[in-house]
């Protein structure tokens, strides 16, 4: 939850940091979906998707591939059926890394391993 006197989108994004830096490797990451996952089930929710840039997984040596792949792993140890939505980055600078995104979305889409959209 953001602070009611949140004065910017960057001053908003920054209360990403921590979050993200438990989200940095594969078990994290797995961890992670499966936490979420099982706190939307117990809120009675049949089914959810879940939305994340890929690129935002990298800090610790993790590729995007890696970062769906244990995103996926964390939606298999969940009661939930659960999908993932990849997400690319706005802004200058990352037109090779949205492509990455872009591919992996293809790749898993057509696989049928659990994303919904790109």
Excluded: W
């Amino acid at each position: 939850m953001s602070p009611e006197d949140c004065g910017s989108l960057n001053e908003f994004l920054k209360l990403f940091d921590l979050p993200l830096s438990l989200m940095q490797t594969p078990e994290g990451m797995s961890e992670a979906v499966r936490l979420l996952a099982d706190i939307i089930k117990s809120q009675v929710v049949i089914y959810a998707e879940i939305k994340f840039a890929p690129q935002f997984h990298m800090d610790k040596g993790m590729t995007q591939e890696d970062a769906v792949l244990a995103a996926l792993d964390g939606m298999k140890k969940t009661d939930l059926k659960v999908n993932l939505i990849l997400c690319c980055m706005r802004g200058e600078g990352n037109e090779e890394e949205n492509e990455e995104t872009l591919r992996l979305a293809k790749k898993y889409l057509e696989e049928n391993f659990g994303l919904t959209a790109d």
